[in-house]
């Protein structure tokens, strides 16, 4: 028995150490058949992690994609609802009044035909149309339409701190928009813009505005607007027809522009609408590049803003403007000339940011009532 136990005991050490090269052969063989394997068919291991890359970006595409949908419904909704201009067809009064309807919509149209510097009645512009910034003769929603001038006309307004009527508004825009001089009250042109724009906007309840009308008040950036990323908007979105120097691009008669300028020497100069960032960047948004709508617009608001910087850092004409805004306090936030109601440096009325501008304006308002009260 005392000679058994050392025998057994070797016996177990042997068996043991040949478990574990049994072991180490099967390990061997296992490996080197995987080995084998990989180094035959050559799996792209990356590309089992580049599949759930994949998967994840389609994801984000079909969300995208889903959002966008819902958002062009949501615009198509809205859109139908948004005022309609009356044909002029649809006229039911004498043919006289209804010729001067169709003059005063050519001249709306094709303004510099008429009183641009080839003008056949008047040179009195600087060869823009009004239908240039007042989209399809003044009724395209959102796009500086006449929706509501005749219903809230004459109207208090604060630029000139007056009461003013139509002939007033549009011959702000002869001297501002395009450049020229005031057309005569009286006169056979300035009647029948009048009557048309009062023709179009008649379905309209006095007093009130029609959905859609105007420019679209975009909300203020976080930030000041940026010229330098406009100016690279402006060369891959905008100068294939405003051209490289803003100037426009004329039509084979030099009568008209085929694509209107947005700066220089026949631009709209620095007293009108335009030149102020927010009514640049709510004009664009949903009318340009040509063919944008607000069901399908073709710029975000950053890129709206940024670009409206970058126009109206370019030279153009100037225009005495001294007698406007009277009452600064009233003054518009990006009214880009001093002096102002509030602590405010020009350079932030013209870029932005406004929100502290417009959240000052505010608080400056409710402390007056308060002490009013
Ligand atoms: C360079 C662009 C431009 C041109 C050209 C232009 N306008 Fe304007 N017009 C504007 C802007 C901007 C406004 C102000 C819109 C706003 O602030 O909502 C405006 C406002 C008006 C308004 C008042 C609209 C309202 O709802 O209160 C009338 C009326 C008008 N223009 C008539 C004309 C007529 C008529 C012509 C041509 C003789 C003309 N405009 C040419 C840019 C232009
Ligand atoms: C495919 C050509 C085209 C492109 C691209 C284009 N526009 Fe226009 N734009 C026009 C035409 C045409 C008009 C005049 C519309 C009319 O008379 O019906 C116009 C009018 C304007 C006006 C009002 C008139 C004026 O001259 O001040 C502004 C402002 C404007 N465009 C800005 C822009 C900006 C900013 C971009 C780039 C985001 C842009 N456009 C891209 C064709 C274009």
């Known amino acids: ?15 043991k150490v040949i478990r574990l090269l049994v072991g180490t052969v099967i390990l061997l063989v296992f490996a080197l ?15 089992w992690f580049k599949k759930s890359n994949e998967s994840i970006a389609r994801e984000a595409e079909k969300k995208k994609a889903f959002e966008e949908w819902s958002a062009a419904n949501q615009a198509k909704l809205e859109s139908a609802t948004f005022w309609h201009a009356p044909e002029l067809n649809e006229f039911k009064g004498d043919s006289l009044k209804l010729k001067q309807l169709k003059y005063g919509k050519e001249l709306i149209a094709h303004t510099a035909k008429y009183l641009g510097p080839k003008g056949s009645v008047m040179q009195i512009t600087n060869g823009m149309n009004c ?22 006309y004459p109207k ?22 395009l450049n020229g001089k ?8 300035m ?11 008649s379905k309209v309840p006095k007093g009130s505005k029609a959905k859609g009308s105007g420019i679209f008040e975009l909300d203020y950036l976080n930030r000041a607007a940026d010229p330098s990323m406009g100016a690279k908007l402006y060369e891959n979105k905008c100068q294939s027809c405003h051209q490289p120097n803003g100037e426009g691009l004329m039509a084979a008669d030099q009568v008209e522009y085929t694509y209107p300028p947005l700066w220089g020497q026949h631009s709209y100069n620095q007293g009108a609408g335009l030149f102020r960032i927010s009514r640049f960047a ?15 617009p073709q710029l975000t608001d950053e890129e709206a803003w940024d670009i409206a910087a970058f126009v109206n850092s370019q030279p153009r004409p100037n225009k005495d403007i001294s007698k406007d805004w009277p009452k600064i306090e009233e003054k518009p936030i990006d009214h880009p000339f001093g002096l102002f109601s509030d602590p405010y440096p020009e350079q932030q009325h013209k870029y932005g940011p406004f929100k502290p501008i417009s959240d000052y304006k505010k608080k400056e308002k409710e402390n ?4 009013k009260s």
Request: with cysteine; hydrophobic share 30%.
């Open 282 to 296: 709510g004009y664009i948004k949903y009318n340009m590049p040509q063919g944008a709508t607000y069901e399908k």
């Open 33 to 47: 058949i995987v080995v084998g394997t990989i180094s035959i068919f050559k799996p792209d291991v990356s590309s």
């Open 131 to 152: 239908q240039n910034c007042h989209l399809d003769a003044g009724t395209k929603p959102w796009g500086n339409n006449y929706a509501s001038v005749f219903s809230t």
């Open 156 to 177: 208090y307004r604060a630029r000139s701190g007056q009461v003013e009527n139509i002939y007033k508004r549009i011959n702000d825009c002869m001297e501002r928009s």
């Open 1 to 15: 028995m005392t000679e058994g136990t050392p025998h057994s005991e070797i016996n177990q050490s042997l068996l």
């Open 182 to 189: 005031a057309l005569p009250e009286s006169g056979k042109e």
């Open 191 to 201: 009647q029948a813009i009048k009557s048309y724009i009062e023709y179009i906007g």
């Open 368 to 371: 007056q009532s308060k002490t």
